[in-house]
């Protein structure tokens, strides 16, 4: 892609303006904590203390916001207590500039750094440091900093307090991943019935297992539906996809393929049926003719083998789901799902917030190493920033903390996402600017009335967050106009003054990154070699559990499992943000992408087919299997290499492997259990069409721009 491309996408990106579902009673308990925050400040401290006050109350606000599973007080906590601390260190440096950029430096290369800890934290970290520029400028003296840091501090304890006191949607997030999770696998078995070898995308349920750790307090308080229902869905997903799956035997048509069909839509209706109840905490409304179409004799007469083993298992979860969902039962009898559903996906802990605090540590230091997306993000925000202070204050405009505050804001370690939010920064900056000023310099308010229109645009802000970062940014730039201009700050700046301090800060960060890059379209390959050794490890994992029933456990293939999961995100993430960058494809094509990336998903699948069979531990076992299982590790470990090295996989020593199991069989006269062996055919399949989508994709030409969307 040209950089004339990159840039007209990502500003496209950045100006979008999209339709949302709005939560207004969440925006509106954010401004009251902001209105209240105000109010305290004005009527005891003065108008300067209280703007102070209201940039933490706001930006605490602004932190429950974000995408993370953490109780939302502790976010806003955190958030108020980090912008105090940073203010005041501010303020005690500020009246020396070497000692303030030096700290400056500092703050904002540990704010980059904080991306290895999550976006949550990145975010919080660098709206610190852009919020600290302008606050130190408000207090005139060492008690009057102390002042502001506690009352930014209150801010966040404020916002802490309403989320305790007024509740709303109490789990709802969790509710929502989990919720997500069983309507994806409704419609994962509503295309099973028209396509048997679908796809299904495993996203919605490691957001569900991200949701589902909880601390040791959450662990007290969690609602009973939100209990074992995720190891539940892990469960259904496999033998959803056996039941289709012409490769256990059931034919493309007939009876029993409509059997299966009525089976899968009617497990569709009622995984949505509990996806809404678990969503809304209401009852499971079940549908009558899903409930029939489960519950008729039919099944076992018409089904047999594997797809009979499948539709008894699937009714069974199913019926486990729906208990589930309704949240019943005694503690005890919780206790037994939570315990039963944990053989499959054990109870997750999440660290509280002081034991997260070395985690966090130590994932920042892992990052201090060479070619770090991490370590260069932290860079780039360093030097940008110190940059744009010092041209800020050379400039004859006067409050030049506009274009370093600009640019740590609009800063990300993807390439995509900073060009489009400088471009949302900027086209938000002049409407909102534009519009605060006009309303300024028309009416002229005081203190009250510019308090009352700054408490508008948070609510504003909080409301239409989400339905674009051009709106954010246009509401955030004119609340930030009249919280100075209660304070008795900035009139005198104009709208051309601070456009052009935001467009400066914008060039800045956005030429960094041309500068100093962190691509990840060369980094395509790695991230596809890591998921093939992963995918490789699931599926022997699954194929050893055939060799040796008795001593082996499911543990090792959930194990393997989450592990491929990760890889198979890292990829699909990496493509994402490789699709806009302004870089050839350095040998991967977007074609060759895109097919490599359906092998994989078809080497899962094959693998999914067979722990949906898994062998009970007196089940005979399959010698050959274990073989097969040692040379798919081994392969797929070299195949990984030879991706990154830009060279084909072969398959020999798997296909072999095979040959010696057929061998064996016909040897002993007696055939394997269909299922293992015929998923078996799936996985070399798979990989050679793997390594056929590379052998086209080296010949494609080279200019293709990078991997694109699956």
Request: hydrophobic share 50%; aromatic share 6%.
């Amino acid at each position: 892609m040209s950089w004339l491309r990159a840039l007209r996408e990502t500003a496209r990106s950045g100006l979008t303006i999209e339709r949302r579902r709005l939560e207004p009673l969440i925006a509106i308990r954010g401004a009251a904590g902001l209105a209240l925050v105000i109010g305290v400040g004005l009527a005891f401290f003065g108008p300067v203390v209280a703007a102070s006050s209201a940039f933490g109350a706001f930006q605490a606000a602004i932190a429950t916001f974000q995408r993370s599973w953490r109780p939302r007080p502790v976010l806003a906590l955190v958030s108020g207590a980090s912008l105090a601390v940073s203010t005041f260190l501010g303020y005690l440096t500020g009246a020396h500039l070497p000692l303030f950029m030096a700290l400056l430096v500092l703050w904002t290369f540990l704010a980059g750094l904080t991306w290895a800890a999550g976006p949550t934290g990145g975010i919080i970290a660098a709206s610190n440091v852009g919020i600290m520029l302008v606050t130190i400028t408000l207090p005139t003296s060492v008690a009057q900093a102390a002042v502001h840091a506690v009352m930014i501090a209150f801010g966040g304890v404020v916002q802490a307090a309403l989320i305790v006191l007024f509740p709303i949607r109490r789990w709802g997030a969790q509710r929502d991943a989990l919720a997500d999770a069983l309507a994806a696998e409704a419609d994962y078995a509503r295309r099973l019935r028209h396509d048997p070898v679908a796809e299904f995308d495993p996203v919605p349920l490691m957001t569900a297992r991200s949701a589902a750790a909880v601390t040791p307090r959450q662990a007290r308080h969690r609602p009973a539906e939100l209990h074992g229902s995720r190891g539940l869905a892990e469960r259904i997903r496999p033998v959803l996809a056996s039941l289709a799956d012409p490769a256990v035997g059931i034919p493309a048509e007939g009876p029993e393929r409509d059997r299966v069909r009525e089976l899968l839509a009617a497990a569709a209706s009622v995984l949505d049926a509990a996806a809404r109840a678990i969503r809304h905490g209401a009852p499971v409304r079940l549908p009558a003719p899903a409930v029939a179409a489960l519950r008729t004799p039919d099944t076992g007469a018409i089904l047999t083998g594997a797809a009979r083993r499948a539709a008894r298992r699937l009714s069974a979860l199913l019926a486990d789901v729906i208990e589930t969902a309704e949240g019943d039962g005694t503690k005890e009898d919780r206790a037994e799902a939570d315990d039963a559903a944990d053989t499959i996906a054990p109870h997750r802990r999440r660290p509280t917030l002081l034991r997260l605090v070395p985690v966090v540590l130590r994932a920042m230091r892992a990052e201090l190493r060479p070619g770090s997306p991490i370590l260069r993000h932290a860079v780039r925000a360093t030097v940008v920033v110190a940059v744009g202070y010092l041209i800020g204050a050379a400039l004859p405009f006067g409050h030049g903390y506009w274009a370093p505050m600009a640019a740590v804001m609009v800063m990300r370690p993807e390439f995509s996402q900073t060009y489009a939010r400088a471009a949302g920064r900027f086209g938000g900056t002049i409407v909102g600017v534009f519009v605060a000023t006009a309303i300024v310099q028309a009416t002229h308010p005081g203190a009250g009335p510019a308090a009352a229109l700054a408490i508008v645009c948070a609510l504003l802000m909080y409301l239409l967050m989400r339905t674009g970062y051009v709106v954010g940014q246009a509401c955030v730039s004119a609340y930030v106009v009249f919280l100075l201009g209660m304070a008795g700050e900035a009139w005198s700046q104009t709208v051309g003054e601070r456009v052009v301090l935001t467009l400066v800060g914008g060039l800045l960060a956005m030429i960094s990154y041309a500068v100093y890059p962190a691509w990840e379209t060369p980094r395509l390959r790695n991230r596809l070699g890591d998921w093939l050794a992963a995918g490789g490890r699931y599926a022997a994992s699954a194929v050893d559990q055939y060799a040796d029933p008795a001593e082996r456990g499911p543990e090792d293939v959930r194990a393997a499992l989450l592990v491929s999961r990760e890889a198979r995100m890292a990829w699909q993430e990496a493509v994402a943000r490789a699709q806009h960058e302004p870089v050839r494809h350095r040998g991967l094509s977007r074609t060759a992408a895109e097919d490599a990336q359906h092998a994989l998903a078809q080497l899962g699948r094959a693998a999914m087919l067979m722990e949906a069979h898994l062998p009970e531990g007196d089940a005979i076992p399959v010698p050959a299997a274990a073989q097969l299982a040692d040379a798919l590790r081994r392969a797929t470990e070299q195949g990984a290499k030879d991706v990154r090295e830009r060279r084909a996989p072969r398959w020999e020593a798997v296909r072999e492997a095979l040959e010696r199991w057929d061998e064996e069989d016909e040897r002993r006269g007696r055939t394997s259990d269909p299922v293992v062996r015929n998923g078996a055919d799936l996985l070399l399949e798979s990989l050679e069409e793997f390594s056929r989508a590379l052998d086209a994709g080296a010949g494609d030409r080279p200019g293709t721009s990078g991997a694109g969307r699956s």
